[in-house]
């Protein structure tokens, strides 16, 4: 096993639970494995297809997704096809010729597809295995159901001799029992992973205005140089209007959201894929079907509207293993459209709930990385040491007053206020709405006026966070004082508010961070500029041998066998075989180019 997993895959170990996974499966068990995204779940089937005798059969519910993993392998030296509805009849001819020659190790498939070819081809085909990727879409309470998934009960009926693998990164106890259930799998052996991702660095920036946003991102891109990110923004306009602020700083942004035409979409989608847009605005549209391995950051614009949502979303940030970082930016405004929009949906309750959640991990003031864990029902001891909180732990302040002040011009305004006019009270403008109603003549009017506008918007979110009140959404966003903030206001209780440091706005560069996964860090970016130099001459060349044969630059080399590259600088073709990753095949058909240019600019 670890002779063949060097061999095609470059790998000398294997991550948690792979082997296990693997022995069950070639010992003809089924087995249900639930990983997280980027977790390693495909070699689970594919080192078993390489290893056992005949055809594995792999449902896959996107064409995208198939084609890259099948690059992926031929790239690999692993003989794998994908039939599917965008092969031409000639393409599908040579392909079943293949199969029924045995010549085929891995073949993707779509379900529409596997049910068509159930009687047919595949009572011809050697099957060895069938792999069910993606198979949290049988689920019918998943957000990502597929109706044509619920069929696949007949691969059991049909070929009931042989073992099935479902894969899955959604990990909740109803999924996987529906999965068990529906794909009637004989007493299978279950393999949940943890769901942490240790690469990801998690960070939330609150209460920024739109300009410090705006310049902030502008800034991380440019730390970021030539990396691959995604900023996820609310609304198609938001799409557009960021991607516009950024052209305009000289940085090149690709758009896509669901008003697109599929043609933009795809081309959107294309150019990211393929290194040609470093960076897309997007709506949640975006993400399903993308397998891109280097994508070094996740920007959230606007806050989502679950805790699921966002860890999907940040999920499609360092596939690879490499350290990646998220960053969310959280404010009042957007808290309070989001309210809006998850009061008025159908399932207001649910979708309340999903979103305070939600705002719970953006506020938080303990280990975000626990938080995120704990709500997928994985307890986690420890602080992660690699979010924010835990790099830089809130302090605060007894804001008793502060929070008076604010209450109490609430009250006397008799809650009939908005967030927007009790700021104008506690700073002391005389704004129409404060004229008009005549709350200038009120006691409190003017008696934040040493707390500036944006400030006052902090710390009210912290108040409302706090419970000291709530806002009404049904009554023109009207502040309403709950019992703890009327403890507050009448019984002198204390509130303790975080204070505001923004100090941070600047940069933290702080790659090497003190974590057990330190390796996963350890080559991201911490070259001088001779071993940067190298860095952006092989991506020259990763990107100049993937144009030529029309595939992802990530899949001829992932951006971690770069670094490993530039680390190591090996000048052998033997050397570069034994970096992590480079499968023989690759090292075969790249290395000397490598090598050749590694000697090069290195000057040996
Ligand atoms: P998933 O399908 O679970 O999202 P993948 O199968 O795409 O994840 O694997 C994610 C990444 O991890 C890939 O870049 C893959 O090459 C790498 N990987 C998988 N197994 C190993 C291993 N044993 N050692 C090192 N890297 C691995
Ligand atoms: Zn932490």
Same mark, same amino acid.
């Given at each position: 096993?670890?002779?063949?997993?060097?061999?095609?895959?470059?790998?000398?170990?294997?991550?948690?639970?792979?082997?296990?996974?693997?022995?069950?499966?070639?010992?003809?068990?089924?087995?249900?494995?639930?990983?997280?995204?980027?977790?390693?779940?495909?070699?689970?089937?594919?080192?078993?297809?390489?290893?056992?005798?005949?055809?594995?059969?792999?449902?896959?519910?996107?064409?995208?997704?198939?084609?890259?993993?099948?690059?992926?392998?031929?790239?690999?030296?692993?003989?794998?096809?994908? $039939?599917?509805?965008? /092969?031409? &009849?000639?393409?599908?001819?040579?392909?079943? *010729?293949?199969? !029924?020659?045995?010549? @085929? #190790?891995?073949?993707?498939?779509?379900?529409?597809?596997?049910?068509?070819?159930?009687?047919?081809?595949?009572?011809?085909?050697?099957?060895?295995?069938?792999?069910?990727?993606?198979?949290?879409?049988?689920?019918?309470?998943?957000?990502?159901?597929?109706?044509?998934?619920?069929?696949?009960?007949?691969?059991?009926?049909?070929?009931?001799?042989?073992?099935?693998?479902?894969?899955?990164?959604?990990?909740?106890?109803?999924?996987?029992?529906?999965?068990?259930?529906? $794909?009637?799998?004989? /007493?299978? &052996?279950?393999?949940?992973?943890?769901?942490? *991702?240790?690469? !990801?660095?998690?960070? @939330? #920036?609150?209460?920024?205005?739109?300009?410090?946003?705006?310049?902030?991102?502008?800034?991380?891109?440019?730390?970021?140089?030539?990396?691959?990110?995604?900023?996820?923004?609310?609304?198609?306009?938001?799409?557009?209007?960021?991607?516009?602020?950024?052209?305009?700083?000289?940085?090149?942004?690709?758009?896509?959201?669901?008003?697109?035409?599929?043609?933009?979409?795809?081309?959107?989608?294309?150019?990211?894929?393929?290194?040609?847009?470093?960076?897309?605005?997007?709506?949640?549209?975006?993400?399903?079907?993308?397998?891109?391995?280097?994508?070094?950051?996740?920007?959230?614009?606007?806050?989502? #509207?679950?805790?699921?949502?966002?860890?999907?979303?940040?999920?499609?940030?360092?596939?690879?293993?490499?350290?990646?970082?998220?960053?969310?930016?959280?404010?009042?405004?957007?808290?309070?459209?989001?309210?809006?929009?998850?009061?008025?949906?159908?399932?207001?309750?649910?979708?309340?709930?999903?979103?305070?959640?939600?705002?719970?991990?953006?506020?938080?003031?303990?280990?975000?990385?626990?938080?995120?864990?704990?709500?997928?029902?994985?307890?986690?001891?420890?602080?992660?040491?690699?979010?924010?909180?835990?790099?830089?732990?809130?302090?605060?302040?007894?804001?008793?007053?502060?929070?008076? #002040?604010?209450?109490?011009?609430?009250?006397?305004?008799?809650?009939?206020?908005?967030?927007?006019?009790?700021?104008?009270?506690?700073?002391?403008?005389?704004?129409?709405?404060?004229?008009?109603?005549?709350?200038?003549?009120?006691?409190?009017?003017?008696?934040?006026?040493?707390?500036?506008?944006?400030?006052?918007?902090?710390?009210?979110?912290?108040?409302?966070?706090?419970?000291?009140?709530?806002?009404?959404?049904?009554?023109?966003?009207?502040?309403?004082?709950?019992?703890?903030?009327?403890?507050?206001?009448?019984?002198?209780?204390?509130?303790?508010?975080?204070?505001?440091?923004?100090?941070?706005?600047?940069?933290?560069?702080?790659?090497?961070?003190?974590?057990?996964?330190?390796?996963?860090?350890?080559?991201?970016?911490?070259?001088?500029?001779?071993?940067?130099?190298?860095?952006?001459?092989?991506?020259?060349?990763?990107?100049?041998?993937?144009?030529?044969?029309?595939?992802?630059?990530?899949?001829?080399?992932?951006?971690?066998?770069?670094?490993?590259?530039?680390?190591?600088?090996?000048?052998?073709?033997?050397?570069?075989?034994?970096?992590?990753?480079?499968?023989?095949?690759?090292?075969?058909?790249?290395?000397?180019?490598?090598?050749?240019?590694?000697?090069?600019?290195?000057?040996?």
């Amino acid at each position: 096993m670890l002779q063949k997993l060097k061999k095609y895959f470059g790998f000398t170990e294997f991550r948690e639970q792979q082997k296990e996974i693997i022995e069950k499966i070639i010992d003809k068990k089924d087995t249900l494995v639930l990983m997280p995204t980027g977790g390693g779940k495909s070699l689970c089937y594919q080192l078993p297809a390489i290893l056992m005798e005949g055809t594995t059969i792999v449902v896959s519910p996107l064409i995208s997704l198939m084609k890259d993993q099948v690059e992926t392998l031929i790239e690999n030296g692993i003989p794998a096809r994908a $039939l599917n509805s965008t /092969n031409s &009849e000639e393409e599908n001819y040579i392909l079943k *010729r293949d199969c !029924l020659q045995g010549k @085929v #190790k891995l073949l993707y498939i779509s379900p529409e597809r596997l049910l068509l070819e159930m009687n047919f081809l595949l009572k011809d085909i050697n099957i060895a295995l069938f792999a069910i990727d993606e198979a949290h879409c049988i689920s019918q309470w998943g957000h990502d159901f597929r109706p044509e998934y619920t069929q696949l009960k007949c691969i059991r009926s049909q070929f009931p001799e042989i073992p099935i693998v479902a894969l899955t990164a959604t990990a909740d106890k109803i999924t996987r029992s529906d999965i068990i259930e529906q $794909l009637d799998m004989r /007493n299978p &052996e279950v393999f949940i992973s943890s769901f942490d *991702r240790p690469n !990801l660095s998690l960070e @939330v #920036k609150r209460g920024f205005q739109q300009k410090e946003k705006n310049k902030y991102i502008i800034d991380f891109i440019r730390r970021h140089k030539n990396e691959s990110g995604i900023i996820y923004c609310m609304s198609r306009n938001k799409t557009e209007s960021v991607a516009q602020m950024l052209m305009k700083s000289g940085i090149n942004a690709t758009i896509y959201h669901a008003g697109l035409s599929a043609a933009k979409r795809d081309e959107a989608q294309e150019d990211f894929i393929n290194d040609r847009a470093q960076i897309v605005c997007a709506t949640v549209a975006f993400g399903m079907g993308i397998d891109k391995s280097n994508v070094r950051w996740v920007i959230h614009y606007n806050m989502p #509207k679950s805790i699921e949502s966002f860890y999907q979303e940040i999920g499609r940030a360092g596939r690879d293993g490499l350290a990646s970082e998220t960053l969310l930016f959280y404010s009042l405004s957007d808290m309070i459209l989001m309210n809006k929009f998850a009061a008025e949906s159908k399932q207001q309750e649910i979708n309340l709930e999903k979103l305070h959640r939600m705002q719970q991990y953006a506020d938080s003031n303990i280990c975000r990385r626990r938080i995120l864990l704990n709500y997928f029902g994985e307890s986690m001891d420890h602080d992660c040491g690699h979010c924010d909180v835990c790099k830089n732990p809130p302090q605060r302040f007894d804001g008793t007053i502060t929070v008076q #002040k604010a209450l109490s011009a609430v009250a006397r305004a008799n809650q009939n206020i908005s967030i927007g006019v009790l700021i104008d009270i506690l700073r002391g403008n005389y704004s129409t709405e404060v004229k008009s109603k005549e709350y200038d003549r009120l006691k409190t009017f003017g008696a934040g006026r040493d707390i500036s506008a944006r400030d006052w918007q902090d710390y009210l979110l912290q108040m409302l966070n706090l419970g000291y009140f709530e806002i009404a959404y049904n009554e023109n966003n009207h502040i309403k004082i709950t019992e703890s903030g009327k403890k507050v206001l009448f019984s002198s209780e204390k509130a303790e508010l975080v204070i505001i440091n923004r100090d941070d706005t600047k940069v933290n560069i702080n790659k090497k961070s003190p974590t057990k996964e330190k390796q996963l860090f350890i080559f991201a970016g911490e070259g001088g500029i001779e071993e940067n130099n190298l860095f952006d001459e092989l991506r020259a060349l990763r990107r100049k041998l993937a144009d030529q044969q029309a595939i992802p630059p990530y899949i001829v080399f992932s951006d971690k066998a770069l670094h490993l590259m530039v680390h190591y600088k090996p000048m052998t073709i033997e050397e570069l075989g034994n970096i992590s990753g480079i499968s023989e095949y690759k090292r075969d058909k790249y290395g000397k180019e490598f090598v050749t240019l590694i000697k090069r600019v290195i000057g040996k």
